[in-house]
DNA sequence: CTCATATAGTTTCATTTGCAACTATATGAG
DNA sequence: CTCATATAGTTGCAAATGAAACTATATGAG
């Protein structure tokens, strides 16, 4: 009853939050030393390319950022010209997000880089494995509940 | 040439972080909240549980965390009489770091609770299914070099 | 129509984090 | 032994992050 075996090696908790930072240190570096892009940024333009415009909370929701940090990286965005911003016409409170053409632009430099990245950080996994993983990767997500940033 | 097909969702970077946000956000509340502890210092509690005592560096290279952050969690942890600092007669730039009784007290007490969190977490895993997500997590990370914190 | 309450997004402020500089000790060359 | 350089750990300062307060608009009750 009094020996605990918990090893902090094996523990699912710090396993993935050290892979997940090992793996966010390198590509966030990445990003930030060639396109001046935090990870936020980064990831309101994935969306917005993705898809059309939208509104700051449809974007943090599909992106997973919170309304603060969606706040200030559209901000960021806007100012550099990558995105625009235009009244919502159904709602007066918010207003909707655009890329710009140099959005696209930079948009379109990046998302071969970063799919190079998954791509080497995949290396040597099968198909079936890389699917596992995600499949793993979801399930956790969702047995932590609806959370995070 | 032109159409890029990365999709957010199923990008791996992308959804290993946001698992382990959530998995973060969740399990380090309840460090906090329910015993006042940041996660580098439960790290620390952990390892030092594990082993004997050893110097910060050592702790580092064992919790994967950076100098910075193992001085200020130890710091912390000599404040509340968790841990305890003793000259390290090998070398008199460092010291060596040992749990308290109190120490192992807590620990004691959170073990037992991280044990159950993650199980809830996995709770819908087989033991297989665990093993393949661990040793995926361990790829990933040796793949994404020896950086990270 | 008016008011009370709710929601979208922003801003301010406190906390946290990370880098760079710093202190103290160690080590190796001469 | 003395000096130059390297390493362990800490601290100061600046940038990043998060919570709470704030502004503006929306909505529903009366």
């Known amino acids: 009853m009094s ?5 902090l090696d094996a523990f699912l908790p710090y396993r993935l939050s050290v892979a997940s930072n090992a793996v966010s240190t390198r590509i966030s570096a990445s990003y930030r030393r060639r396109f001046g892009l935090k990870v936020p940024e980064w990831r309101l333009l994935a969306i917005l390319a ?14 997973r950022i919170d309304k603060i940090s969606v706040s200030r990286a559209a901000a960021a965005l806007i ?16 207003h909707l997000l655009a890329l710009t053409t140099d959005g696209r632009g930079l948009y379109a430099e990046i998302a ?28 956790i997500e969702a047995a932590a509940g609806t959370d995070s940033a």
């Open 112 to 139: 071969p880089i970063a799919l190079a990245m998954e791509a080497e950080l995949l290396g040597n996994f099968s198909q079936e494995e890389r699917d596992q993983f995600n499949a793993l990767l979801r399930r």
């Open 79 to 94: 100012e550099r010209g990558l995105i625009v911003a235009r009244a919502n016409p159904g709602d007066g409170r918010s």
């Open 50 to 63: 993705e898809g059309s415009e939208m509104t700051p909370q449809a974007l943090g929701n599909a992106a």
């Open 3 to 7: 020996m605990m075996t918990l090893r």
